[in-house]
């Protein structure tokens, strides 16, 4: 596997762990004295996944640039396609209800 390709899947896997790191953080920060998949069911039952999601997927914009700064094109091919998918995400949520 040459460069362009492995940059490529590195920055998919960092833009796919990167939101829902964030939301974990987002999780420990406010919401510690529940349990994580507790605090996930009330975001999928309140209907506020969708958004908070949104937000998370902005951690990605800095990933985005970061990638760009360091001359790392195919690593920030990486991240848009994997921001992307959660724009996906995010519309089938919208769509179809949580």
Known sequence: MNDTWT???TGSIVGLAS???ALWAYYKL???SIGFKVFL??????S???P???LAVLINL???FSFLWLKRDNGAIGVLFA???YAFVVFGFKLFGS
């Open 30 to 32: 406010n919401y510690a």
């Open 7 to 9: 940059l490529r899947i």
């Open 52 to 54: 908070m999601l949104s």
């Open 48 to 50: 506020f996944f969708a």
């Open 41 to 46: 069911d009330r975001l999928l039952y309140t």
């Open 62 to 64: 800095l990933l985005f």
């Open 83 to 85: 921001t992307i998918l």
């Open 19 to 21: 939101p829902w790191l």
